[in-house]
């Protein structure tokens, strides 16, 4: 019954809120360019681009309130 654990997990995939679906999307960009980046030949390693996604996701600290987008 392999050909219905995909429409499962597209349906458990919609029941989740829309901040941890992108919180989730969030968490793939470093898989997903370090596969990309092998693919070209141009490998490079994936603790980096967590390290610099951590990084560019924390906020510095400011004295004014940051404005939601």
């Not at 499962?8 to 941890?20: A, F, S, Y």
């Not at 360019?33 to 490079?44: H, I, N, Q, R, T």
Request: net charge positive; no cysteine; glycine share 2%.
């Amino acid at each position: 019954m392999r050909l219905m654990d995909w429409k499962q997990t597209i349906k458990r995939w919609r029941t989740l809120p829309p901040q941890e679906q992108a919180r989730i999307r969030r968490n793939r960009i470093p898989l997903n360019v370090a596969e990309s980046m092998a693919f070209e030949g141009e490998p490079v390693a994936l603790a980096t681009l967590q390290t610099e996604l951590a990084r560019l996701e924390t906020r510095p600290a400011t004295s004014k309130p940051v404005l939601a987008s």
